[in-house]
């Protein structure tokens, strides 16, 4: 491969872009990787780091957008909108809104159960080559709730879970407490899903890239893409900060940025940013025996080598990566209600990206009409560390011409022209 030539060329040094220049590399293909800041660091590198195929539901469903609104006017609240009169924001919203109904809910979820189900055997794979060098254990996810209504629905799912073949213990409080002795008075139960892994996401992504250029990828970091050349139906070279790369195909694999590289080529990626925020602790005196989440509050705990990470909100706010002291504050608040151990307690980092998401909660895969040689891969919202090492194989296989299965249309970026 020459320095400007390649098979492929993936935009986006991400989870996905990594599996995806990984996985077509192993092919074969002569790989570049574009990334516009150092690889990794985006929504991938500093994230709660859970393989979840318990995370079976898509963003939008009934009952959403009331709980949304409910906390929309506190500043310390779970989830927030950036104001923006942006019309294809709104047209997101009103798209959203619209996918909140039982029956798209359902079918999302069974899709969605689908995908993680085999997103969880990709990752096995991934870890019986490297797994100790990334962290990754697979002890379960324990939900904790404060209220007995919340424990109720946390009921509800777990049979919903049942039916997709995932297997949950609820759990009474004294189970709860015993389950996880860091939780508080205040936790009247919980619901512990068997399945579920965890890893060190910044050691993961470090190790992907690394496994990407044994096997031939060139990552090129500090390397933005900002116009295209094309002839015909066909993209034959990308421009950059670092001059122009030429490749046979070219794959999006750009999170957040989604929609304003489509919008390059004239077709619609309605993906909006959805920021996350971290806060880790290290040496904190304190730790979890397993993964949590904090189910009323929507907060996930992460037990790290050494560490302790918190992360919570969900925040559409484009690509605005700003923080705000209040959020910060409201995620510690939260975890302190179920976890006495953490009050008064001042993280050592902290960390926001923005997670891609889309209006009907299902990630964009696949190749992007009328374009010959132009792929998506991305809008995996709060699941891209669940779901990217599997989007990464399935890409390659449409890179060689092949087909993904039976959902290949609902995942189809064409389904929002």
């Not at 925040?315 to 504050?329: A, I, M, N």
Request: glycine share 12%; hydrophobic share 40%; charged share 25%.
């Amino acid at each position: 491969m020459s320095d400007r030539r390649a098979d492929v060329i993936v935009i986006g040094g991400g989870v996905v872009g990594l599996s995806t220049a990984y996985y077509a590399s192993l092919n074969g293909a002569k790989v570049l990787v574009h990334e516009k800041g150092q690889v990794g660091e985006g929504a991938s590198s500093g994230n709660a780091g859970l393989v979840v195929s318990s995370y079976f539901e898509p963003l939008p469903g009934p009952g959403v957008i009331g709980e949304a609104l409910k906390h929309l006017a506190n500043p310390e609240g779970f989830f927030g909108i950036r104001p923006c009169l942006d019309v294809s924001f709104l047209a997101w919203l009103a798209r959203f809104w619209k996918s909140c109904t039982s029956r798209d809910f359902a079918e999302r979820s069974r899709i969605l159960a689908e995908l993680n189900k085999e997103a969880m055997k990709a990752h096995l794979d991934l870890a019986a080559v490297g797994g100790s060098d990334y962290e990754f254990t697979r002890k379960g996810l324990l939900y904790l709730y404060l209220t007995e209504a919340g424990l109720q629905k946390a009921r509800a799912r777990a049979s919903v879970a049942d039916g997709f073949g995932l297997k949950a213990e609820i759990l009474s409080k004294d189970e709860a407490r015993s389950m996880e002795p860091a939780a508080g008075e205040r936790v009247v139960g919980g619901v512990r899903y068997l399945s579920d892994a965890a890893l060190n996401p910044l050691l993961f992504v470090e190790w992907l890239a690394a496994k990407a250029r044994e096997a031939g990828a060139v990552l090129l970091p500090r390397c933005e893409a900002y116009g295209f050349r094309t002839s015909g139906k066909r993209v034959h070279t990308v421009l950059t900060t670092k001059g122009e790369f030429r490749a046979d195909q070219v794959v999006l694999a750009a999170g957040a940025w989604l929609k304003g590289l489509g919008k390059m080529f004239g077709v619609h990626l309605p993906v909006e940013g959805g920021k996350g925020i971290s806060q880790t602790f290290y040496r904190s005196g304190w730790s979890v025996r397993q993964p949590l989440i904090l189910g009323d509050y929507h907060v996930a705990v992460s037990p790290l080598a050494g560490a302790v990470r918190v992360t919570g909100l969900l925040e559409l706010s484009g690509t605005d990566l700003s923080l705000s002291r209040r959020r910060v504050k409201g995620i510690r608040k939260a975890a302190g209600l179920y976890l006495p151990a953490f009050r008064e307690k001042e993280p050592d980092e902290v960390w926001r990206g923005l997670r891609p998401c889309t209006p009907d909660g299902l990630p964009l895969l696949g190749r992007v009409a009328p374009w010959r040689n132009l792929f998506v891969a991305g809008g995996h919202d709060t699941k891209g560390m669940t779901l990217g090492p599997l989007t990464g194989r399935s890409v390659s296989r449409l890179l060689e011409g092949k087909g993904i299965g039976s959902l290949q249309k609902e995942l189809s970026p064409d389904r929002f022209s």
